[in-house]
């Protein structure tokens, strides 16, 4: 029987085909905008792919500035993916793209995984002289990389990307940049952070354009990309002092909004660097509780009053009549100013120097060594030794109920408890107080919130060096100038920089501590220690693991003579470049300069 439509036969078949094709085209043109992150995810991962796959065939027959150039090119194809990949495959982000240095699994510390991906294959593709064997190498790195690559692209029909999970994805990829891209974390050799950074600018940009941002997200995105290629500039020379206050910092800041015109909220999840935080310099954009266990005090007033009262208490010392604050003397920005303190046990000093407690909050380890995670178990730790403090936590409630205004103290801190004077609620009531001595206002934050008068121009030189030709920004990243790798500071790196004995540069003999290879005997980690913070580092002399160097100076010479390799000491394991940095006399002193604007005497109110 003929079909009909409005009395026309035959027009069915014709029309419901032009109908299909308009509701195709529709929902070409109409899909969601997470959908379409997927498809630019999907396209820029078989890019990599092709881009890999062409640079293995041709490892053994291109010349080494063609073999450069196809490296290049993976690279900034990665730049595009980063922010996914690191977000939801964290482990295939290391084995693509991390430091080409031996790890060690967190919850396995005795599990060594050799190093992988781009950085390793850097080294090869800029090793001098090129050779058969460092060819084999570069093939043998690629195949490694293309079966990750292959990995992710069997997982691309399970990837479900989220509103508020782009944004945070792509907020924490920005963090990235600014603590380890632009510092040359990942790029050592060849030097290409900036080119690196305009792609990783750009990803950014048009991700988030799908989501129809406004307009002045877009612009300022775009004014940060523009900044990190403009020419006539290179790695050495690039203004990142005013890059990140004249471009950065107003690109998160409309990245935050535009998130809130859009009405998609912040991610749940708990976080270093706040979900909801307006950028990543702000005052009160770290979170310290995001390091203290589930457990720990919260940190009122009462439990505060009560910690500082414990932290300088010589009765936790049972009778050898030290207080916490006997070596972390508040008045000197919580170190003692000795090279070792003296150990309770013998005419004789500790084994380490005294770290200050400034921002010891915003880091997941504590100690030179990194054996214990919470600073509540450090308390414990500590009061128990028998060189430290000598003391026995168990024994400390029954003479502080005892004592004074103490019954009074805990029953305010710990009021819903029946016996408040605990073992625990010491360990609990010490660490508040040391978590509440974040301090993140120098002059230096000043500077990048916007105050640029607070910085002389050498300041600003050294920073620039420290982020760039001196290459500290590496190890210590900003904005905190640590070793907490961010941007999810969910890990501390430990460093082997060759640490002498003495201060003897013509006659150096390496340190015998052995570092947090005591732990767990793994080779590589042998005389390594977690990388301190450099902030407040001017009131915190002397310096290293075991305070040999007195003077910024010193310090100073060390590293750029290499570290201890470079002092022609034998240190099979360092982490440090050997080479040296070619520091002038003025580069190390506007070194110094930045280093001193981190000195800060205001704490900043959690």
Same mark, same amino acid.
């Given at each position: 029987?003929?079909?009909?439509?409005?009395?026309?036969?035959?027009?069915?078949?014709?029309?419901?085909?032009?109908?299909?094709?308009?509701?195709?085209?529709?929902?070409?043109?109409?899909?969601?905008?997470?959908?379409?992150?997927?498809?630019?995810?999907?396209?820029?991962?078989?890019?990599?792919?092709?881009?890999?796959?062409?640079?293995?065939?041709?490892?053994?027959?291109?010349?080494?500035?063609?073999?450069?150039?196809?490296?290049?090119?993976?690279?900034?194809?990665?730049?595009?993916?980063?922010?996914?990949?690191?977000?939801?495959?964290?482990?295939?982000?290391?084995?693509?793209?991390?430091?080409?240095?031996?790890?060690?699994?967190?919850?396995?510390?005795?599990?060594?995984?050799?190093?992988?991906?781009?950085?390793?294959?850097?080294?090869?593709?800029?090793?001098?002289?090129?050779?058969?064997?460092?060819?084999?190498?570069?093939?043998?790195?690629?195949?490694?990389?293309?079966?990750?690559?292959?990995?992710?692209?069997?997982?691309?029909?399970?990837?479900?990307?989220?509103?508020?999970?782009?944004?945070?994805?792509?907020?924490?990829?920005?963090?990235?940049?600014?603590?380890?891209?632009?510092?040359?974390?990942?790029?050592?050799?060849? +030097? *290409?952070?900036?080119?690196?950074?305009?792609?990783? &600018? @750009?990803?950014?940009?048009?991700? #988030? !354009?799908?989501? /129809?941002?406004?307009?002045?997200?877009?612009?300022?995105?775009?004014?940060?990309?523009?900044?990190?290629?403009?020419?006539?500039?290179?790695?050495?020379?690039?203004?990142?002092?005013?890059?990140?206050?004249?471009?950065?910092?107003?690109?998160?800041?409309?990245?935050?909004?535009?998130?809130?015109?859009?009405?998609?909220?912040?991610?749940?999840?708990?976080?270093?660097?706040?979900?909801?935080?307006?950028?990543?310099?702000?005052?009160?954009?770290?979170?310290?509780?995001?390091?203290?266990?589930?457990?720990?005090?919260?940190?009122?007033?009462?439990?505060?009053?009560?910690?500082?009262?414990?932290?300088?208490?010589?009765?936790?010392?049972?009778?050898?009549?030290?207080?916490?604050?006997?070596? +972390? *003397?508040?008045?000197?920005?919580?170190?003692?100013? &000795? @090279?070792?303190?003296?150990?309770? #046990? !013998?005419?004789? /000093?500790?084994?380490?120097?005294?770290?200050?407690?400034?921002?010891?909050?915003?880091?997941?380890?504590?100690?030179?060594?990194?054996?214990?995670?919470?600073?509540?178990?450090?308390?414990?730790?500590?009061?128990?030794?028998?060189?430290?403090?000598?003391?026995?936590?168990?024994?400390?409630?029954?003479?502080?109920?005892?004592?004074?205004?103490?019954?009074?103290?805990?029953?305010?801190?710990?009021?819903?408890?029946?016996?408040?004077?605990?073992?625990?609620?010491?360990?609990?009531?010490?660490?508040?107080?040391?978590?509440?001595?974040?301090?993140?206002?120098?002059?230096?934050?000043?500077?990048?919130?916007?105050?640029?008068?607070?910085?002389?121009?050498?300041?600003?030189?050294?920073?620039?060096?420290?982020?760039?030709?001196?290459?500290?920004?590496?190890?210590?990243?900003?904005?905190?100038?640590?070793?907490?790798?961010?941007?999810?500071?969910?890990?501390?790196?430990?460093?082997?920089?060759?640490?002498?004995?003495?201060?003897?540069?013509?006659?150096?003999?390496?340190?015998?501590?052995?570092?947090?290879?005591?732990?767990?005997?793994?080779?590589?980690?042998?005389?390594?220690?977690?990388?301190?913070?450099?902030?407040?580092?001017?009131?915190?002399?002397?310096?290293?693991?075991?305070?040999?160097?007195?003077?910024?100076?010193?310090?100073?010479?060390?590293?750029?003579?290499?570290?201890?390799?470079?002092?022609?000491?034998?240190?099979?394991?360092?982490?440090?470049?050997?080479?040296?940095?070619?520091?002038?006399?003025?580069?190390?002193?506007?070194?110094?300069?930045?280093?001193?604007?981190?000195?800060?005497?205001?704490?900043?109110?959690?």
């Amino acid at each position: 029987m003929p079909s009909r439509l409005f009395g026309f036969p035959g027009l069915v078949r014709p029309l419901l085909l032009v109908l299909a094709a308009g509701f195709l085209s529709f929902a070409v043109l109409h899909k969601r905008p997470t959908d379409q992150v997927k498809d630019y995810y999907d396209g820029h991962l078989r890019q990599l792919h092709t881009a890999l796959a062409r640079f293995q065939e041709r490892a053994y027959q291109a010349d080494t500035t063609a073999l450069r150039a196809q490296f290049a090119a993976c690279r900034r194809e990665y730049k595009h993916l980063e922010f996914a990949i690191e977000y939801y495959y964290p482990h295939a982000a290391t084995r693509l793209n991390g430091a080409a240095l031996p790890e060690t699994e967190p919850g396995e510390p005795g599990e060594v995984i050799p190093p992988a991906g781009f950085q390793v294959l850097e080294e090869y593709v800029y090793a001098a002289p090129d050779s058969r064997a460092n060819r084999d190498e570069i093939r043998q790195e690629l195949d490694n990389m293309l079966f990750e690559v292959r990995r992710l692209e069997q997982q691309v029909p399970f990837l479900a990307f989220g509103d508020a999970e782009v944004f945070d994805a792509v907020r924490l990829n920005l963090y990235r940049l600014a603590a380890k891209g632009v510092s040359g974390f990942d790029s050592p050799a060849a +030097h *290409a952070s900036l080119p690196e950074a305009a792609a990783t &600018l @750009k990803a950014s940009r048009e991700v #988030l !354009a799908v989501f /129809g941002v406004p307009a002045a997200l877009t612009t300022q995105l775009a004014r940060c990309e523009a900044a990190a290629a403009a020419p006539r500039q290179d790695f050495n020379s690039f203004d990142r002092a005013h890059f990140f206050v004249r471009y950065f910092n107003p690109a998160l800041a409309a990245l935050r909004q535009a998130q809130v015109q859009l009405q998609i909220p912040p991610v749940a999840a708990k976080r270093a660097v706040r979900a909801n935080a307006t950028g990543y310099f702000v005052a009160d954009a770290f979170d310290p509780s995001f390091f203290a266990p589930a457990d720990a005090a919260q940190p009122t007033p009462a439990v505060l009053k009560l910690g500082e009262a414990l932290f300088k208490e010589p009765l936790l010392s049972g009778k050898a009549g030290r207080s916490c604050a006997s070596c +972390h *003397a508040p008045e000197r920005a919580y170190v003692d100013g &000795l @090279k070792v303190n003296s150990s309770l #046990l !013998a005419d004789a /000093g500790l084994e380490r120097n005294t770290p200050t407690l400034l921002n010891a909050a915003l880091q997941p380890d504590q100690f030179y060594d990194s054996r214990v995670h919470f600073l509540e178990d450090q308390v414990h730790a500590v009061v128990s030794n028998k060189a430290e403090m000598g003391g026995q936590l168990s024994e400390a409630p029954a003479v502080l109920r005892k004592k004074g205004a103490y019954p009074k103290l805990f029953a305010q801190a710990f009021a819903s408890e029946k016996q408040p004077v605990s073992e625990r609620n010491i360990r609990r009531a010490v660490a508040a107080y040391v978590r509440s001595l974040v301090r993140l206002n120098s002059r230096f934050d000043q500077f990048l919130r916007g105050d640029t008068t607070v910085l002389s121009r050498q300041e600003v030189l050294g920073f620039n060096l420290f982020m760039g030709k001196a290459q500290c920004g590496t190890c210590h990243y900003m904005p905190l100038f640590n070793g907490t790798v961010p941007p999810l500071y969910d890990k501390s790196e430990s460093e082997v920089l060759g640490v002498p004995t003495t201060a003897d540069t013509l006659h150096p003999v390496l340190d015998a501590d052995p570092g947090k290879f005591l732990l767990y005997g793994v080779a590589h980690q042998k005389h390594a220690f977690k990388t301190p913070t450099v902030r407040n580092a001017a009131l915190t002399a002397p310096y290293m693991h075991n305070g040999v160097y007195q003077t910024l100076e010193q310090v100073m010479d060390f590293y750029n003579r290499g570290g201890g390799t470079g002092l022609g000491l034998t240190v099979p394991t360092q982490t440090l470049a050997e080479d040296r940095l070619n520091l002038s006399q003025a580069e190390q002193q506007a070194l110094i300069a930045f280093i001193k604007s981190l000195s800060d005497s205001q704490e900043v109110a959690y």
